[in-house]
């Protein structure tokens, strides 16, 4: 039977990291806007792509769509004792970088099943600009694999966040929009794949384009 809810344990933990540091901090330091968060779905599981450009971005994402979205970590993290337990209870799963991991894959898709949100960066890695050029397909596999839908999330602005030379996060303006629902590919075939990942992209880029 799938779960329809998050473990509670990840819930209350996301909750309280939200409400005591990351919603603060987006809304006040950051001045943080956001648009479109009507387009959520609070219930089913989704796949949340967005671009990447800082470090922040995970929690950033996670509290703007207002539901807890598991996002990839390096599995060298799920070797450190302590960490481990916290990031696996906040909903993080191990990636082996630089290769096709089914393990990941079976990770992200067993989140999916416990009602979570699962957190792919087009791009696969963080960009100067926060824009999304080289659009990579595993969004759409998972999408396609799970039989959900994606749901694109532009960041504007984290890029300027942590800059060169200073330790401190900038006090930059931060604006993230929230764009329609997008179907998954209809199979795994690899055109389908890179014809929704394309969408994604030109939406998401689209979306930061408008700015603040």
């Known amino acids: 039977m799938t779960k329809s809810r998050e473990p509670i344990i990840s819930l209350t933990l996301y909750r309280a990291f939200k409400w005591s540091i990351v919603s603060p901090m987006f809304h006040t330091y950051f001045r943080g806007r956001i648009y479109g968060v009507e387009n959520v779905p609070q219930s089913q599981p989704l796949v949340v792509v967005s671009n990447h450009a800082s470090y922040f971005d995970p929690p950033i994402v996670s509290s703007c ?6 996002y990839m970590a390096k599995e ?13 209870l906040y909903g993080a799963y191990p990636v082996s970088r630089g290769s096709a991991d ?9 989140c999916m099943e416990n009602g979570w949100a699962v957190g792919v960066f087009l791009e696969g890695t963080r960009t100067p600009d926060g824009r999304i050029k080289d659009p990579k397909r595993g969004a759409a596999l998972l999408a396609a694999k799970a039989k959900v839908p994606l749901l694109p999330v532009s960041i504007w602005g984290s890029e300027k966040i942590l800059q060169k030379g200073s330790a401190i996060p900038h006090a930059v303006p931060l604006t993230v929009r929230i764009g329609q629902l997008i179907d998954p590919p209809s ?4 055109e389908k794949l890179q014809a929704v990942t394309q969408q994604c992209a030109t939406t998401i880029n689209q979306m930061h384009d408008l700015g603040r």
């Open 65 to 70: 769509v207002r539901r807890p979205v598991a």
């Open 76 to 88: 060298e993290l799920f070797e450190v004792p302590v960490l481990a337990q916290a990031i696996k």
């Open 102 to 110: 089914r393990n990941t894959i079976r990770s992200a898709l067993e």
């Open 187 to 190: 199979s795994t075939n690899k």
